[in-house]
Nanobody, 123 residues
Framework: VQLQASGGGLVQAGGSLRLSCAVS????????MGWFRQAPEKEREFVAT????????EHADSVKGRFTISRDNAKNTVYLQMNSLKPEDTAVYFC?????????????????WGQGTQVTVSS
């Protein structure tokens, strides 16, 4: 399976962006999907995950109430709607896929990764 993330960019604090992750090679409904981010000189950290059907989601405490993960399996695409962005949200954002059905916040549990898209939030 291949993952292609897009939608990053430069935005002012308080602004919004929507990231997309296009899944190809297999149908996206076979995979739990996740979003992670990595800022310079920091560890990759969990942002959000969504079950195969979309019925269950989990978000990191740092983004709860501001970010929302969703998916459209008919379009083989997963989204991350990011509102009320803060400078500390600046990072490269990666989408990831996990074949086994349980949602998880652990990067090592995901088998497939996209190339990342840069999000920069200015103050």
């Amino acid at each position: 399976v291949q993952l292609q993330a897009s939608g990053g960019g430069l935005v002012q604090a308080g602004g919004s962006l929507r990231l997309s992750c296009a899944v190809s090679g297999r149908t996206s409904r076979d995979y739990v999907m996740g979003w992670f981010r990595q800022a310079p000189e920091k560890e990759r950290e969990f942002v959000a995950t969504i079950s195969r059907s979309g019925g269950r989601t989990e978000h990191a405490d740092s983004v709860k109430g501001r970010f929302t993960i969703s998916r459209d399996n008919a379009k083989n695409t997963v989204y991350l709607q990011m509102n009320s962005l803060k400078p500390e949200d600046t990072a490269v954002y990666f989408c990831a896929a996990r074949y086994t059905p349980l949602v998880t916040a652990t990067p090592g549990d995901y088998q497939y990764w996209g190339q990342g898209t840069q999000v920069t939030v200015s103050s």
